[in-house]
């Protein structure tokens, strides 16, 4: 029987073509979603380095991009779903 319950998402219901999703892809490693592009960071680095010297803090990269997918998440909450036990799922929260 399907789980009804779980405290960290809720149960949304999608179309059909999503509907065949967990069946067309089976396992964890078989869902990809990936992207390739140039991003000019050159504003980010002096912006870093500004604050770095000025503030006594250590801003990475790293920082920038989990910022910037954290609020990519936010901002778009479907990103934010799975798929457990060939049901959709929501989280609740962004973690």
């Known amino acids: ?11 949304v ?19 990809e979603a990936c992207q390739q592009m140039d ?7 002096e912006w870093m380095k500004k604050e770095n ?12 991009v989990c910022t910037g997918v954290a609020k990519t998440v936010h901002h778009r909450p479907l990103l ?3 798929i457990a036990g060939r049901q959709f799922w929501q989280r609740k929260e962004l973690t």
């Not at 219901?13 to 869902?31: I, Q, S, W």
């Not at 991003?39 to 680095?45: A, E, K, N, R």
């Not at 010297?53 to 920038?64: L, P, Q, R, S, W």
């Open 80 to 82: 934010n779903r799975f």
């Open 39 to 45: 991003v000019d960071v050159t504003d980010l680095m």
């Open 1 to 11: 029987m399907p789980r009804k319950e779980r405290r960290d998402a809720v149960r």
């Open 13 to 31: 219901e999608v179309d059909g073509l999503h509907k065949t999703f967990p069946y067309v892809m089976r396992n964890r490693t078989e869902a």
């Open 53 to 64: 010297e000025e503030n006594g803090t250590n801003y990475k990269i790293f920082h920038a």
